[in-house]
């Protein structure tokens, strides 16, 4: 291999290199825009997080399919939430892309308020498992499914690490 090629060869490798790492970038940042969005109130920013069609189950409680069920549960009991202060937190998800496509799984902590106590307490902790779907307007969730950590083990198991294919690559 000349010179030439070798070094057109490490471009084209940093390159997608490159490319994969803005990928998981752009989706952590989608990830994180969740919690203000929501806790703010701003159901038209929380719902454009999605893709028209995506899903949001909040396990056992809601489910929410396209944006305009996500606009009504910012817009409906959420605000009671909002009221009484809370805050949604997300950990940064683990996040595999294949292609247009990506798969991941977080945390995430409802935080509230307690005016009694003068204090905030955690009132959930969940597993999250993510489909993100690349569009014209960049990365959009097309599935978020939220699930209390409570003992149950379905729920346990959606933070297991992905299954790998022989090839060291992740299993679908």
Known sequence: MSEIEDLRATVETL????ARLEDQVEIMQLVAQYGPAVDSGSADAAAELWTEDGTFDAVP?????????????????HQRLIQGGCGHVLTVPHIVVDGDEATGRSYALNI???????????ARVSANTWRWTRTPQGWRISERVNANLDGTPEHRAMLAPPRRAADGTPAQ
């Open 61 to 77: 409680q809601l489910r929410m399919r396209g944006r305009d069920d996500i606009v009504a549960m910012v817009n409906g009991g």
């Open 112 to 122: 509230r308020w307690d005016t009694d106590a003068d204090r905030f307490w955690v």
């Open 15 to 18: 390159a997608t290199r490159i």
